[in-house]
Nanobody
């Protein structure tokens, strides 16, 4: 069973940084697409970043390119999301995800979410 435990959210001022962590179990990183989604208040959930270790392909949504960076630690089975130059519009609950094929597909497993609040 795939399990994902996210942490690291909190309150930060605009321009600041946070690093989210997601401890994963039940699958091998090389065999899965892993990433982060977010859902802002009153908005639909959106994919932020998705990466596949097998081919090194990583996708970021335009609004976070150059500011957010995903990384993985295969020894600790942990996925990180480094978020820099945070903006108030980055305020959302962030979810780590994992899927055998593509982030956000019907078979995607979701973590419980961690809240990021960026104050102006």
């Amino acid at each position: 069973e795939v399990q994902l435990q996210a942490s690291g959210g909190g309150l930060v001022q605009a321009g600041g940084s946070l690093r989210l962590s997601c401890v994963a179990s039940g699958f091998t990183f090389d065999d899965y697409a892993i990433g982060w989604f977010r859902q802002a208040p009153g908005k639909e959930r959106e994919g932020v970043v998705c990466t596949t270790n097998s081919d090194g392909y990583t996708y970021y949504i335009d609004s976070v390119k150059g500011r957010f960076f995903i990384s993985t630690d295969n020894v600790r089975n942990t996925v990180y999301l480094q978020m820099n130059s945070l903006k108030p519009e980055d305020t959302a609950v962030y979810y780590c995800v994992a899927d055998p094929a593509a982030c956000g597909s019907p078979s995607t497993s979701w973590g419980q979410g961690t809240l990021v609040t960026v104050s102006s």
